[in-house]
């Protein structure tokens, strides 16, 4: 949510807010159920990990960050039961692009993990798995953008991280143990503040000027 956070914020050129809404485990059936009508869905490999991984936008946040990417000034309220044309999909897709980078680069500490998109869909009861009652671990991201307002949710098959859970109690910033600098720490630093913002003013001295050399200027 952090990392969500800050690079929403430097993409858009504007505060964003997220924050995690919750963490359940529960059928992956049950969690395409939830999901709006239309919506965006992406379905996802993830390369060692087994299974694919479900990440969805409301469309209530999802029209708004399209439509500023594409460079509104003002974003207006999202309509409802209105699918992406094709040139906000293609937008879309260099956005999740973008958050499977930050999803990538969260999981280095743990495993090495290639994220890959496998397809996209806008109603989410196309998706069929082999097997809809099969466990899987379901977290809501909150995301705020002004008045704007709507879930990130990412699923997947709880079978995938199960051989990791160690090694995220291990590196998890609440353990007692925390490792200060080491190598690649200041580039992971620079990478995490990049996107904030910083306000520069400048000041101009004043002078005079004769009206006839104005206007002779060129």
């Known amino acids: 949510a952090r990392t969500l956070q800050a690079g929403l914020s430097g993409m858009l050129m504007r505060n964003v807010a997220a924050r995690l809404g919750g963490v359940h485990q529960q059928p992956i059936r049950e969690v395409l159920e939830t999901l709006p009508h239309p919506t965006v869905l992406y379905l996802v490999s993830a390369e060692p990990l087994e299974g694919q991984f479900l990440l969805a936008l409301n469309p209530t946040i999802a029209y708004p960050v399209l439509e500023r990417l594409m460079g509104a000034g003002k974003v207006e309220p999202p309509q409802k039961d209105r699918a992406l044309s094709a040139l906000e999909w293609n937008v879309a897709d ?18 090495p993990v290639h994220f890959k998109v496998i397809r996209r869909e806008g109603d989410p009861d196309v998706i069929r798995f082999e097997n809809p009652d099969e466990p899987s671990v379901s977290v809501s991201i909150e995301v705020a953008m002004g008045d704007h307002r709507g879930g990130l949710d990412l699923a997947f098959p709880s079978m995938a991280i199960e051989p990791y859970l160690p090694k ?10 925390r490792k ?5 720490a200041e580039a992971v630093l620079t990478k995490r ?18 009206l006839g050399e104005l206007a002779s200027l060129r």
Do not use: H, N
């Open 168 to 177: 995220m109690v291990a590196t998890t910033s609440f353990s007692g143990k």
């Open 193 to 210: 503040i990049a996107p904030a913002d910083v306000e520069l003013e400048v000041r101009l001295p004043t002078e005079r000027i004769a």
């Open 180 to 184: 200060e600098g080491g190598a690649g």
């Open 94 to 111: 260099t956005l999740v692009t973008r958050l499977l980078e930050m999803l990538r680069d969260i999981w280095t500490p743990v495993a």
